[in-house]
Protein backbone atom coordinates (compact mmCIF):
# COMPACT_ATOMS: atom_id res chain seq x y z
CA UNK A 1 0.00 0.00 0.00
CA UNK A 2 1.82 3.08 -1.02
CA UNK A 3 0.05 5.62 1.09
CA UNK A 4 1.30 3.79 4.01
CA UNK A 5 4.66 3.01 3.36
CA UNK A 6 7.58 4.31 5.51
CA UNK A 7 8.81 7.76 4.16
CA UNK A 8 7.41 7.15 0.49
CA UNK A 9 6.37 10.03 -1.20
CA UNK A 10 2.74 10.93 -1.54
CA UNK A 11 2.45 13.99 -3.90
CA UNK A 12 6.05 13.09 -5.39
CA UNK A 13 6.96 11.03 -8.46
CA UNK A 14 7.87 7.78 -6.96
CA UNK A 15 8.50 4.42 -9.07
CA UNK A 16 5.87 1.81 -7.24
CA UNK A 17 9.07 -0.35 -6.50
CA UNK A 18 12.87 -0.61 -7.04
CA UNK A 19 15.49 1.87 -7.65
CA UNK A 20 14.69 5.14 -10.25
CA UNK A 21 17.57 7.66 -11.25
CA UNK A 22 17.52 10.21 -13.70
CA UNK A 23 13.93 11.18 -15.42
CA UNK A 24 14.57 10.62 -19.27
CA UNK A 25 12.45 10.90 -22.30
CA UNK A 26 9.82 13.34 -21.38
CA UNK A 27 7.18 14.33 -23.86
CA UNK A 28 3.38 15.54 -24.09
CA UNK A 29 1.46 13.65 -27.05
CA UNK A 30 -2.11 13.38 -27.55
CA UNK A 31 -2.93 14.99 -24.19
CA UNK A 32 -0.69 12.63 -22.39
CA UNK A 33 2.35 13.66 -19.80
CA UNK A 34 5.15 10.66 -20.46
CA UNK A 35 8.01 10.07 -18.19
CA UNK A 36 10.68 7.64 -18.67
CA UNK A 37 13.40 7.32 -16.05
CA UNK A 38 16.44 5.38 -15.20
CA UNK A 39 15.43 2.24 -13.88
CA UNK A 40 16.64 -0.95 -12.37
CA UNK A 41 13.49 -3.42 -12.36
CA UNK A 42 15.75 -6.21 -10.25
CA UNK A 43 16.91 -4.36 -7.12
CA UNK A 44 16.96 -1.14 -4.91
CA UNK A 45 20.30 -0.16 -6.01
CA UNK A 46 21.87 1.12 -9.68
CA UNK A 47 22.15 -1.81 -11.80
CA UNK A 48 21.15 -2.32 -15.38
CA UNK A 49 19.43 0.55 -16.73
CA UNK A 50 15.93 0.60 -18.28
CA UNK A 51 13.89 2.94 -19.16
CA UNK A 52 10.32 3.05 -16.76
CA UNK A 53 7.36 4.26 -17.95
CA UNK A 54 4.43 6.35 -16.34
CA UNK A 55 1.81 8.45 -17.85
CA UNK A 56 -0.16 11.58 -16.48
CA UNK A 57 -2.65 13.77 -17.34
CA UNK A 58 -1.65 16.64 -14.80
CA UNK A 59 1.55 15.56 -13.93
CA UNK A 60 0.27 15.03 -10.38
CA UNK A 61 -1.48 11.64 -10.74
CA UNK A 62 0.60 9.07 -12.89
CA UNK A 63 -0.75 5.36 -13.70
CA UNK A 64 2.35 3.33 -14.04
CA UNK A 65 3.19 1.86 -17.62
CA UNK A 66 5.26 -1.33 -18.59
CA UNK A 67 9.33 -1.35 -19.02
CA UNK A 68 9.24 0.89 -22.16
CA UNK A 69 13.16 0.16 -23.32
CA UNK A 70 15.52 -3.05 -21.82
CA UNK A 71 18.83 -4.03 -22.26
CA UNK A 72 19.42 -5.37 -25.81
CA UNK A 73 22.71 -6.38 -28.03
CA UNK A 74 24.07 -3.36 -27.90
CA UNK A 75 23.89 -2.42 -24.15
CA UNK A 76 22.13 -1.00 -21.44
CA UNK A 77 19.71 1.80 -21.51
CA UNK A 78 21.12 5.10 -20.22
CA UNK A 79 19.42 8.53 -20.37
CA UNK A 80 18.10 9.84 -23.14
CA UNK A 81 15.18 12.55 -24.53
CA UNK A 82 11.84 11.63 -26.80
CA UNK A 83 10.48 14.04 -28.99
CA UNK A 84 7.17 14.14 -31.39
CA UNK A 85 8.22 13.84 -35.16
CA UNK A 86 5.63 15.70 -36.25
CA UNK A 87 6.48 15.59 -40.22
CA UNK A 88 7.48 12.28 -39.74
CA UNK A 89 11.23 13.17 -40.37
CA UNK A 90 12.37 10.07 -39.47
CA UNK A 91 10.20 7.86 -41.85
CA UNK A 92 9.12 5.81 -39.06
CA UNK A 93 5.15 7.00 -38.94
CA UNK A 94 3.73 6.59 -42.25
CA UNK A 95 3.39 10.02 -42.86
CA UNK A 96 1.59 11.24 -39.71
CA UNK A 97 3.12 12.61 -36.21
CA UNK A 98 4.66 9.66 -33.58
CA UNK A 99 6.75 9.38 -30.68
CA UNK A 100 10.83 8.86 -30.93
CA UNK A 101 13.14 8.25 -28.51
CA UNK A 102 16.71 8.90 -28.61
CA UNK A 103 18.94 7.44 -25.70
CA UNK A 104 22.57 6.33 -24.92
CA UNK A 105 23.17 2.36 -25.50
CA UNK A 106 25.91 2.04 -22.88
CA UNK A 107 28.16 -1.53 -22.83
CA UNK A 108 32.22 -1.68 -23.25
CA UNK A 109 34.96 -1.90 -26.40
CA UNK A 110 34.98 -5.48 -26.93
CA UNK A 111 37.76 -7.06 -25.08
CA UNK A 112 38.48 -3.95 -22.90
CA UNK A 113 37.16 -2.59 -19.67
CA UNK A 114 36.23 0.84 -21.23
CA UNK A 115 32.67 1.93 -21.67
CA UNK A 116 31.68 2.30 -24.89
CA UNK A 117 28.47 4.63 -24.97
CA UNK A 118 26.84 5.34 -28.20
CA UNK A 119 23.60 7.15 -29.33
CA UNK A 120 20.60 5.13 -30.58
CA UNK A 121 16.83 5.63 -31.23
CA UNK A 122 13.43 3.84 -31.12
CA UNK A 123 9.76 4.60 -31.91
CA UNK A 124 6.31 4.02 -30.89
CA UNK A 125 3.51 3.46 -32.86
CA UNK A 126 1.03 3.49 -30.56
CA UNK A 127 0.98 6.41 -28.10
CA UNK A 128 4.09 5.25 -26.05
CA UNK A 129 2.85 2.69 -24.98
CA UNK A 130 5.13 -0.10 -26.60
CA UNK A 131 8.31 0.89 -28.48
CA UNK A 132 10.48 -0.75 -31.46
CA UNK A 133 14.40 -0.26 -31.38
CA UNK A 134 15.79 1.00 -34.76
CA UNK A 135 17.56 -1.62 -36.90
CA UNK A 136 19.90 0.98 -37.60
CA UNK A 137 21.06 1.33 -34.07
CA UNK A 138 23.84 3.10 -32.78
CA UNK A 139 23.19 6.31 -34.81
CA UNK A 140 25.73 8.14 -33.28
CA UNK A 141 29.00 7.03 -31.96
CA UNK A 142 33.03 8.01 -31.49
CA UNK A 143 35.26 5.86 -30.21
CA UNK A 144 37.57 9.07 -29.20
CA UNK A 145 35.21 10.00 -26.50
CA UNK A 146 34.51 7.65 -23.57
CA UNK A 147 31.72 9.94 -21.60
CA UNK A 148 29.67 10.34 -24.55
CA UNK A 149 26.03 10.30 -23.37
CA UNK A 150 22.29 11.90 -22.32
CA UNK A 151 21.20 13.00 -25.90
CA UNK A 152 19.11 15.71 -25.47
CA UNK A 153 17.34 16.40 -28.63
CA UNK A 154 14.69 19.15 -30.11
CA UNK A 155 13.24 20.64 -33.21
CA UNK A 156 14.75 23.90 -33.84
CA UNK A 157 12.28 26.11 -36.12
CA UNK A 158 13.85 28.69 -37.38
CA UNK A 159 16.82 25.95 -38.89
CA UNK A 160 14.21 23.37 -39.49
CA UNK A 161 16.29 20.53 -38.02
CA UNK A 162 17.05 18.91 -35.34
CA UNK A 163 19.16 19.30 -32.45
CA UNK A 164 21.03 17.12 -30.03
CA UNK A 165 22.67 18.46 -27.47
CA UNK A 166 25.19 15.36 -26.19
CA UNK A 167 27.87 15.73 -22.18
CA UNK A 168 30.98 14.40 -23.26
CA UNK A 169 32.81 14.84 -20.50
CA UNK A 170 33.99 18.09 -19.67
CA UNK A 171 31.52 19.88 -22.46
CA UNK A 172 28.93 19.52 -24.74
CA UNK A 173 28.61 19.00 -27.76
CA UNK A 174 25.66 20.25 -30.56
CA UNK A 175 24.78 17.80 -33.37
CA UNK A 176 22.17 18.04 -35.67
CA UNK A 177 20.00 16.28 -38.15
CA UNK A 178 17.67 16.23 -40.87
CA UNK A 179 15.98 12.89 -39.98
CA UNK A 180 16.96 11.46 -36.46
CA UNK A 181 19.00 9.02 -38.40
CA UNK A 182 21.98 10.79 -39.18
CA UNK A 183 24.08 13.27 -36.74
CA UNK A 184 26.19 15.93 -37.99
CA UNK A 185 28.57 17.79 -35.25
CA UNK A 186 28.15 21.26 -34.90
CA UNK A 187 30.26 22.89 -31.93
CA UNK A 188 31.43 22.20 -28.61
CA UNK A 189 30.55 24.43 -25.34
CA UNK A 190 32.09 24.28 -21.84
CA UNK A 191 35.46 23.35 -21.65
CA UNK A 192 36.53 26.68 -19.54
CA UNK A 193 33.40 27.49 -18.39
CA UNK A 194 31.09 27.07 -15.34
CA UNK A 195 31.53 24.27 -12.69
CA UNK A 196 33.59 21.36 -13.66
CA UNK A 197 33.04 19.69 -10.26
CA UNK A 198 32.19 17.01 -11.82
CA UNK A 199 31.78 14.97 -14.98
CA UNK A 200 28.87 16.85 -17.26
CA UNK A 201 25.88 14.87 -17.68
CA UNK A 202 22.50 15.33 -18.70
CA UNK A 203 22.37 18.57 -20.38
CA UNK A 204 19.12 20.33 -21.90
CA UNK A 205 19.13 23.43 -23.78
CA UNK A 206 15.87 25.84 -24.21
CA UNK A 207 14.61 29.03 -24.88
CA UNK A 208 12.68 31.30 -22.72
CA UNK A 209 11.31 34.57 -22.88
CA UNK A 210 13.24 37.24 -20.70
CA UNK A 211 10.55 38.64 -18.07
CA UNK A 212 7.39 37.17 -20.14
CA UNK A 213 8.49 38.41 -23.37
CA UNK A 214 8.96 41.65 -22.59
CA UNK A 215 12.55 41.88 -23.04
CA UNK A 216 12.72 38.96 -26.25
CA UNK A 217 13.84 35.61 -25.50
CA UNK A 218 17.28 34.22 -24.23
CA UNK A 219 18.82 30.31 -24.52
CA UNK A 220 19.35 28.20 -21.54
CA UNK A 221 21.78 25.47 -20.92
CA UNK A 222 21.26 23.20 -18.49
CA UNK A 223 24.11 20.40 -17.42
CA UNK A 224 24.55 18.41 -14.59
CA UNK A 225 27.68 17.84 -12.67
CA UNK A 226 28.47 14.48 -11.29
CA UNK A 227 29.81 13.35 -7.92
CA UNK A 228 32.81 15.21 -6.56
CA UNK A 229 34.16 13.45 -3.26
CA UNK A 230 36.32 16.28 -2.38
CA UNK A 231 32.75 18.24 -2.69
CA UNK A 232 30.04 18.07 0.32
CA UNK A 233 27.38 18.95 -2.49
CA UNK A 234 28.00 15.86 -3.95
CA UNK A 235 26.09 16.03 -7.56
CA UNK A 236 24.14 19.30 -8.81
CA UNK A 237 22.68 21.09 -11.86
CA UNK A 238 24.17 24.45 -13.35
CA UNK A 239 23.07 26.84 -16.06
CA UNK A 240 24.08 29.06 -18.57
CA UNK A 241 22.22 31.91 -20.12
CA UNK A 242 23.09 33.40 -24.03
CA UNK A 243 22.12 32.56 -27.49
CA UNK A 244 21.64 30.16 -29.62
CA UNK A 245 22.00 30.08 -33.45
CA UNK A 246 20.74 26.57 -34.22
CA UNK A 247 24.17 25.57 -34.30
CA UNK A 248 26.32 26.82 -31.64
CA UNK A 249 25.75 28.59 -27.53
CA UNK A 250 27.51 32.08 -26.54
CA UNK A 251 27.51 32.47 -22.90
CA UNK A 252 26.24 35.57 -21.72
CA UNK A 253 28.10 35.69 -18.33
CA UNK A 254 31.80 34.99 -18.18
CA UNK A 255 33.39 31.69 -18.56
CA UNK A 256 33.78 31.78 -14.42
CA UNK A 257 30.37 32.77 -13.34
CA UNK A 258 28.52 29.52 -11.98
CA UNK A 259 24.75 29.67 -11.70
CA UNK A 260 23.10 26.92 -9.78
CA UNK A 261 19.34 25.61 -10.80
CA UNK A 262 18.91 24.12 -7.45
CA UNK A 263 20.26 24.96 -4.25
CA UNK A 264 19.69 21.82 -1.65
CA UNK A 265 21.11 19.00 -2.52
CA UNK A 266 18.46 16.65 -4.12
CA UNK A 267 17.76 18.13 -7.41
CA UNK A 268 19.75 16.01 -10.10
CA UNK A 269 20.06 15.20 -13.89
CA UNK A 270 16.40 17.43 -14.64
CA UNK A 271 15.66 18.18 -17.92
CA UNK A 272 12.32 19.52 -19.66
CA UNK A 273 9.58 17.83 -21.31
CA UNK A 274 9.44 18.11 -25.26
CA UNK A 275 6.28 19.32 -26.97
CA UNK A 276 4.33 20.43 -24.09
CA UNK A 277 3.56 24.62 -25.80
CA UNK A 278 2.02 26.58 -22.34
CA UNK A 279 0.68 29.51 -22.53
CA UNK A 280 2.96 31.34 -20.51
CA UNK A 281 5.79 30.17 -22.94
CA UNK A 282 7.14 28.40 -19.60
CA UNK A 283 9.24 24.74 -19.54
CA UNK A 284 8.22 22.11 -17.64
CA UNK A 285 11.34 20.62 -15.64
CA UNK A 286 11.50 17.67 -13.32
CA UNK A 287 14.29 16.73 -11.82
CA UNK A 288 15.92 13.41 -9.67
CA UNK A 289 15.20 14.31 -5.60
CA UNK A 290 18.69 12.73 -4.84
CA UNK A 291 22.42 12.94 -5.19
CA UNK A 292 24.69 10.93 -6.51
CA UNK A 293 26.81 10.75 -2.65
CA UNK A 294 23.96 8.92 -0.99
CA UNK A 295 21.51 7.99 -3.63
CA UNK A 296 21.89 4.30 -3.10
CA UNK A 297 21.92 4.02 0.60
CA UNK A 298 18.95 6.19 1.27
CA UNK A 299 16.69 4.47 4.12
CA UNK A 300 13.64 2.90 2.09
CA UNK A 301 12.80 -0.31 1.85
CA UNK A 302 11.01 -1.09 -1.00
CA UNK A 303 11.79 1.36 -3.87
CA UNK A 304 14.46 3.90 -3.98
CA UNK A 305 14.38 7.94 -4.94
CA UNK A 306 12.12 10.02 -6.38
CA UNK A 307 11.47 12.81 -8.48
CA UNK A 308 11.28 16.68 -7.51
CA UNK A 309 7.63 18.25 -8.23
CA UNK A 310 7.56 19.87 -11.77
CA UNK A 311 8.73 23.21 -12.09
CA UNK A 312 7.60 25.76 -14.50
CA UNK A 313 10.97 27.64 -15.91
CA UNK A 314 11.03 31.38 -16.85
CA UNK A 315 13.83 33.90 -16.77
CA UNK A 316 13.62 37.16 -15.66
CA UNK A 317 16.15 40.06 -15.67
CA UNK A 318 17.73 40.82 -11.97
CA UNK A 319 20.17 43.50 -11.24
CA UNK A 320 23.28 40.74 -11.63
CA UNK A 321 21.85 39.30 -15.16
CA UNK A 322 19.68 37.12 -16.62
CA UNK A 323 18.14 34.41 -14.32
CA UNK A 324 16.02 31.28 -13.65
CA UNK A 325 12.79 31.29 -12.05
CA UNK A 326 11.02 28.53 -10.79
CA UNK A 327 7.29 27.91 -10.20
CA UNK A 328 5.81 24.66 -8.56
CA UNK A 329 3.52 23.60 -11.27
CA UNK A 330 -0.26 25.17 -10.75
CA UNK A 331 -2.12 21.92 -11.25
CA UNK A 332 -0.99 20.74 -7.75
CA UNK A 333 -2.88 23.26 -6.32
CA UNK A 334 -5.78 20.17 -6.74
CA UNK A 335 -4.12 18.86 -4.04
CA UNK A 336 -5.19 21.25 -1.43
CA UNK A 337 -7.38 20.56 1.39
CA UNK A 338 -8.69 23.94 2.54
CA UNK A 339 -6.53 26.68 3.97
CA UNK A 340 -5.42 28.03 7.62
CA UNK A 341 -4.87 31.42 7.08
CA UNK A 342 -3.36 34.22 9.28
CA UNK A 343 -2.52 38.09 8.65
CA UNK A 344 -1.17 40.97 9.95
CA UNK A 345 0.49 38.78 13.33
CA UNK A 346 3.42 39.78 14.86
CA UNK A 347 6.09 37.25 15.80
CA UNK A 348 7.33 37.28 19.19
CA UNK A 349 10.57 34.78 20.40
CA UNK A 350 9.19 31.80 22.12
CA UNK A 351 5.76 31.59 20.79
CA UNK A 352 4.71 29.21 18.12
CA UNK A 353 1.81 30.40 16.11
CA UNK A 354 1.69 26.96 14.76
CA UNK A 355 1.46 25.66 18.16
CA UNK A 356 -1.95 23.26 17.18
CA UNK A 357 -0.74 22.43 13.74
CA UNK A 358 0.26 18.95 12.54
CA UNK A 359 0.88 17.34 9.23
CA UNK A 360 3.38 15.05 7.49
CA UNK A 361 2.41 16.29 3.56
CA UNK A 362 1.41 20.01 3.57
CA UNK A 363 1.98 23.46 1.66
CA UNK A 364 3.00 26.71 3.15
CA UNK A 365 2.83 30.22 1.53
CA UNK A 366 4.11 33.14 3.53
CA UNK A 367 5.10 36.52 3.27
CA UNK A 368 7.23 37.47 6.34
CA UNK A 369 8.99 41.32 7.11
CA UNK A 370 11.34 40.12 9.16
CA UNK A 371 11.57 43.39 11.59
CA UNK A 372 14.67 43.49 13.91
CA UNK A 373 14.58 39.67 14.40
CA UNK A 374 18.38 37.92 13.36
CA UNK A 375 16.62 34.87 12.34
CA UNK A 376 13.43 34.08 10.85
CA UNK A 377 11.84 30.56 9.38
CA UNK A 378 9.97 27.69 10.22
CA UNK A 379 10.58 24.31 12.37
CA UNK A 380 8.62 21.49 9.90
CA UNK A 381 8.67 17.34 10.65
CA UNK A 382 8.87 18.63 14.35
CA UNK A 383 8.44 16.48 17.56
CA UNK A 384 11.11 16.69 20.92
CA UNK A 385 13.94 14.44 19.18
CA UNK A 386 14.32 16.12 15.52
CA UNK A 387 12.99 18.73 12.93
CA UNK A 388 14.07 20.36 9.76
CA UNK A 389 14.48 24.09 9.93
CA UNK A 390 14.09 25.90 7.08
CA UNK A 391 15.15 29.65 8.12
CA UNK A 392 16.02 32.89 7.57
CA UNK A 393 19.30 34.54 8.23
CA UNK A 394 18.84 38.68 8.51
CA UNK A 395 21.81 39.91 8.80
CA UNK A 396 23.75 37.84 6.39
CA UNK A 397 20.68 37.81 3.82
CA UNK A 398 20.76 34.46 3.57
CA UNK A 399 18.41 31.72 3.21
CA UNK A 400 19.04 28.11 4.73
CA UNK A 401 17.78 24.80 5.12
CA UNK A 402 19.06 22.86 8.02
CA UNK A 403 18.62 18.70 8.43
CA UNK A 404 21.44 17.96 10.21
CA UNK A 405 18.63 16.73 12.95
CA UNK A 406 16.14 16.22 10.49
CA UNK A 407 15.52 12.27 11.21
CA UNK A 408 17.52 9.37 10.21
CA UNK A 409 20.49 10.48 8.61
CA UNK A 410 23.52 7.94 9.81
CA UNK A 411 23.35 6.48 6.38
CA UNK A 412 26.18 8.53 4.91
CA UNK A 413 28.08 11.49 6.58
CA UNK A 414 27.79 14.16 4.08
CA UNK A 415 23.63 13.86 4.50
CA UNK A 416 23.39 15.62 8.15
CA UNK A 417 24.11 19.25 6.73
CA UNK A 418 22.78 23.08 7.29
CA UNK A 419 23.66 24.75 3.86
CA UNK A 420 22.54 28.16 2.56
CA UNK A 421 22.32 30.56 -0.42
CA UNK A 422 22.37 34.43 -0.66
CA UNK A 423 18.91 35.62 -0.83
CA UNK A 424 17.91 39.60 -1.00
CA UNK A 425 14.80 40.42 0.68
CA UNK A 426 12.30 42.12 -1.76
CA UNK A 427 10.87 45.68 -0.52
CA UNK A 428 11.89 44.63 3.01
CA UNK A 429 9.93 41.15 2.54
CA UNK A 430 10.77 37.51 2.02
CA UNK A 431 8.32 35.42 0.29
CA UNK A 432 8.73 31.50 1.05
CA UNK A 433 6.69 28.59 -0.71
CA UNK A 434 7.19 25.48 0.73
CA UNK A 435 6.09 21.56 -0.01
CA UNK A 436 6.93 19.20 2.69
CA UNK A 437 5.79 15.49 1.75
CA UNK A 438 6.99 12.29 3.70
CA UNK A 439 10.45 12.58 2.74
CA UNK A 440 11.43 16.07 1.12
CA UNK A 441 11.25 19.29 1.92
CA UNK A 442 11.33 22.24 -1.24
CA UNK A 443 11.45 25.76 -1.15
CA UNK A 444 10.60 27.99 -3.51
CA UNK A 445 11.72 31.91 -2.40
CA UNK A 446 10.91 35.30 -3.60
CA UNK A 447 8.21 33.95 -6.30
CA UNK A 448 10.86 31.13 -7.41
CA UNK A 449 14.43 33.30 -7.72
CA UNK A 450 15.84 30.68 -5.39
CA UNK A 451 14.57 26.92 -5.46
CA UNK A 452 15.98 24.68 -2.80
CA UNK A 453 14.95 20.48 -2.80
CA UNK A 454 16.08 18.33 -0.15
CA UNK A 455 15.65 15.15 0.94
CA UNK A 456 14.37 14.29 4.83
CA UNK A 457 13.61 11.38 6.77
CA UNK A 458 11.72 12.29 9.68
CA UNK A 459 10.05 9.42 11.92
CA UNK A 460 5.85 9.40 10.51
CA UNK A 461 5.43 11.30 13.80
CA UNK A 462 7.22 13.80 13.49
CA UNK A 463 4.30 16.00 12.58
CA UNK A 464 4.64 19.16 14.90
CA UNK A 465 5.39 22.86 13.26
CA UNK A 466 6.85 25.77 14.65
CA UNK A 467 7.36 29.61 13.18
CA UNK A 468 10.04 30.50 15.07
CA UNK A 469 11.52 34.12 15.28
CA UNK A 470 15.15 35.11 16.93
CA UNK A 471 16.52 38.04 19.02
CA UNK A 472 13.55 40.41 17.65
CA UNK A 473 10.35 40.76 16.54
CA UNK A 474 9.00 39.77 12.73
CA UNK A 475 5.91 40.86 11.52
CA UNK A 476 3.89 37.98 9.61
CA UNK A 477 2.03 39.92 6.49
CA UNK A 478 -0.29 36.04 5.86
CA UNK A 479 0.31 32.71 5.87
CA UNK A 480 -1.26 29.90 4.79
CA UNK A 481 -0.94 26.33 5.33
CA UNK A 482 -2.71 23.83 3.06
CA UNK A 483 -3.03 20.34 4.05
CA UNK A 484 -2.79 17.86 0.84
CA UNK A 485 -4.25 15.13 -0.09
CA UNK A 486 -2.35 12.05 -1.07
CA UNK A 487 -2.25 11.76 -4.73
CA UNK A 488 -3.06 7.74 -3.49
CA UNK A 489 -6.54 8.57 -1.77
C1 LIG B 1 23.19 10.79 -14.50
C2 LIG B 1 23.67 9.53 -15.19
C3 LIG B 1 23.70 9.73 -16.69
C4 LIG B 1 23.59 8.34 -17.20
C5 LIG B 1 22.67 7.70 -16.20
C6 LIG B 1 22.96 6.26 -15.93
O1 LIG B 1 22.65 10.57 -13.25
O2 LIG B 1 24.95 9.17 -14.70
O3 LIG B 1 24.83 10.43 -17.16
O4 LIG B 1 23.05 8.30 -18.50
O5 LIG B 1 22.80 8.44 -15.00
O6 LIG B 1 21.98 5.69 -15.12
Known sequence: DLQREKYRPQFHFTPPAKWMNDP??????????????????????????????????????????????KPDEHGEIFSGSAVVDWEDTSGFFGGKPGLV??????DHYPDSER??????????LDKGRTWITYEGNPVLSEEAITDFRDPKVFWHVPKQQWVMVLATGDRVLFYTSSNLK????????????????????????????????????????????????QCPEGSRTQYFVGDFDGSSFTNDASPETILWLDHGRDNY???????????????????WMSNWKYANLIPTASWRS??????????????????LVQEPLAELQQLRLGAKHWEETTIVPGQNLLSDAQGD?????????????????????????EETVVGYN????????????????????????????????????????????????????NDGEIAVTDQIFPDPTSTGMELYVKDGEAKLVSLKLYPLQSIYS
Not at 48 to 60: E, R, V
Not at 101 to 106: L, S, V, Y
Not at 115 to 124: G, K, L, T
Not at 205 to 217: F, N, T
Request: proline share 4%.
Open 269 to 287: AGVTWSDAQRADQGKLFIG
Open 24 to 69: NGMVFFEGEYHLFYQHHPDGTTWGPMHWGHAISKDLTHWEHCPIAL
Open 394 to 445: VFDRKLFIDRSNSGEKHFHEAFACKHDVQLELHNGRLKLHIFVDQSSVEVFA
Open 101 to 106: AIFTHA
Open 361 to 385: IYEIECEIDPGDASEVGFKLRKSER
Open 182 to 229: QWNVESEFGAAEGSHDGVWECPDIIELPVDGGMEGSKWVLIVSIGDNP
Open 306 to 323: AMTLPRVLFLKKVPDGIR
Open 115 to 124: PRQRQSIAYS
